[in-house]
């Protein structure tokens, strides 16, 4: 789990560069929101990729194993698609949680002015 935040947070710093990069310093706080929601949903949709994938293969283990095609211990080997799917998404729900911090923030800032 702390493997997956800091994933997001290091993603989530990683997209706000690239927002200044691309589209400057003084952008709009909706801008810095839009990339870090949107790279969020792209981590999001590869660990979900990586979960899918695991439990297709596991299936198709435990069948081959039930049919003595296969060595239990090898159900083992396909384990990392879980672990890095749960990463991946837990990185996903924190840049989220960023994007929704920076709207508001900005709302904020926005409102007090």
Request: hydrophobic share 55%; proline share 1%; aromatic share 14%.
């Amino acid at each position: 789990m702390k493997k997956g935040i800091i994933l997001g947070i290091v993603l989530g710093i990683i997209a706000i560069i690239l927002n200044i990069i691309i589209n400057g310093f003084f952008a709009s706080f909706v801008y810095y929101s839009n990339y870090l929601f949107l790279i969020g949903v792209c981590v999001g949709l590869l660990g979900g990729a990586l979960y899918i994938s695991y439990w297709i293969n596991d299936l198709r283990l435990v069948k081959k194993i039930y049919y003595k095609e296969e060595l239990p211990e090898r159900r083992e080997e396909i384990k990392f698609m879980k672990i890095w799917g749960s990463y991946l998404v837990m990185a996903m729900l924190v840049m989220w949680l960023l994007s929704l911090l920076v709207v508001l923030v900005g709302e904020t800032v926005i409102g007090i002015k």
